[in-house]
């Protein structure tokens, strides 16, 4: 499961034009770890209740099969990547919400391998959405009822280190925390 964990994050890259491929080199990766690190929570807390990894394996044959959010938050800006398995291939991208409250929040862009996500490859920028993520009884949820009522099936498991410190490597979440992803920069937004 690590392997996969560590190419879900591989997957988001570095160094694919996004935010961030126009500054001036970075600087080392240690130093950029720590200096996230220094702001983002490593486990999910009252005040980044989002934070985490979350699966939902329901239905699933091996845990490689898992749905996935491996998130980081920063305040009400949320920055992370997903991943889910259907029809026998792996989608996987990533993804900007806001937080409204501490069990709500809305996922405003996103790109990734185009499937039922997302029509928006990440080297061609973001698409902007406009859907739930929401805490229910500790899951997260990335549907509505009908009735509006939420849905959650994801669960809290522990994010390892490695995951966390690559995530938190990536330019494009480093700006994403930095900045409020409605006015980011060309390629992180809109």
């Not at 029809?87 to 919400?97: F, P």
């Not at 500790?138 to 522990?158: E, I, M, N, T, W």
């Not at 966390?164 to 992803?181: G, M, S």
């Amino acid at each position: 499961m690590m392997v996969v964990l560590l190419g879900l994050v591989a997957c988001t890259g570095a160094g694919d034009g996004q935010v961030g491929s126009d500054a001036a080199p970075a600087a080392p990766v240690a130093d950029a770890v720590a200096a996230v690190s220094d702001a983002v929570p490593e486990a999910p807390q009252a005040r980044s209740p989002f934070a985490g990894q979350w699966e939902a394996c329901e239905g699933t044959t091996s845990p490689d099969e898992c749905s996935r959010y491996v998130l980081l938050q920063q305040g009400d800006r949320i920055c992370g990547a997903w991943s889910y398995f259907a029809t026998g291939d792996a989608y996987t991208g990533r993804v900007i919400a806001r937080a409204t409250s501490s069990t709500e929040a809305r996922r405003t862009h996103i790109c990734g391998r185009p499937g039922s996500e997302t029509d928006t490859e990440c080297e061609d920028g973001w698409q902007t959405i406009d859907k739930p993520l929401r805490i229910c009884d500790g899951k997260l949820g990335d549907l509505a009822r009908a009735d509006g009522s939420c849905f959650a099936d994801y669960q809290a498991v522990p994010l390892a280190n490695e995951v966390r410190d690559a995530l938190q490597a990536e330019p494009w979440v480093q700006e994403c925390l930095a900045r409020d992803p409605d006015v980011a920069p060309k390629g992180a937004g809109s």
